[in-house]
């Protein structure tokens, strides 16, 4: 039996480190896919490659924050290709023009007005007073020209289908690739 004093003291050794891990700021993430990308090469969904994209989208990422800035971009390469080849993607670009055609299906899917919520912004816009006239109409063109490729990237009904029987379990997703307004 161990002495009643050692116990305490390693309660209180555990403790302390753990009040010392509690307190360390975790480092960022590494942005696993672009945020509010569009697919480069637009997927027809089929339900399997959503359950794919579903168990690999973790393993991915976490090969993903091994590489980040490790090796040369071609070794990166390879190792992306081999580990979204596990999951049945011909590659890490097949992988992420998925995940893109996912997100931007799943936007269009709890958005479907576009021009709805790019109004509102423009609305908001001659309000600020911090902007330079140039400024606002810099970003008034700016958010038209990003309505316009939003617009032209709308899914088509079929990939909607797909995506509408999975938005409980797209919606943590989507949400690291559009990250809600704070």
């Known amino acids: 039996m161990k002495p009643p004093g050692l116990i305490v003291a390693t309660c209180f050794a555990a403790l302390a480190y753990a009040g010392f891990l509690a307190t360390q700021t975790p480092p960022p993430p590494v942005q696993t896919v672009q945020a509010f990308s569009l697919p ?3 997927v027809a969904l089929t339900e399997d490659m959503v359950t794919r994209f579903l168990y690999g989208f973790a393993p991915v990422a976490a090969t993903i924050r091994e590489l980040d800035g490790k090796g040369e971009a071609e070794q990166r390469k390879a190792i992306l290709d081999k580990k979204a080849a596990e999951f049945g993607f011909a590659s890490f ?25 790019v109004d509102k912004a423009i609305g908001a816009i001659p309000a ?4 330079t006239d140039q400024e606002k109409a810099d970003m008034i063109e700016g ?9 032209n990237a709308k899914p088509d009904e079929a990939n909607m289908a797909i995506v509408r029987r999975h938005l409980r379990t797209l919606k943590p997703f989507y949400e690291l690739w559009a990250p809600p307004a704070q």
């Open 40 to 42: 480069d090469h637009p």
């Open 93 to 117: 670009a097949d992988w992420v023009d998925t995940t893109n055609t996912i997100m931007v299906t799943y936007h269009w899917v709890t958005n479907p007005d576009p021009r709805q919520e």
């Open 128 to 131: 600020m007073s911090n902007l």
């Open 143 to 151: 958010l038209r020209a990003g309505l316009a490729k939003v617009e």
